[in-house]
């Protein structure tokens, strides 16, 4: 499967999952919590960077950011 240039590393994601629930924050961009959609694109990333996924996306990463801070 092809990654594109906004997913996340390994080591990124485990750091997000220790303090965020990724689950919550799929909630607030429509993307259902249950399936594997959310995980899935945390690897390998969306094309449109305007569509659900591409927000959801700049918004962990922007969490993150804020994080590391």
């Known amino acids: 499967m092809k990654k594109y240039a906004n997913s996340f590393t390994s080591d990124e994601i485990k ?22 959609y959310a995980n899935r694109i945390l690897r390998t990333g969306v094309r449109k960077k305007d569509s659900k996924g591409g927000m959801f996306l700049a918004d962990l990463r922007k969490r993150l950011d804020n994080y590391n801070r």
Do not use: G, Q, Y
């Open 15 to 36: 750091r997000l999952k220790s303090f965020v629930k990724i689950k919550t924050v799929a909630k607030e961009h429509d993307i259902s919590p249950t399936a594997n």
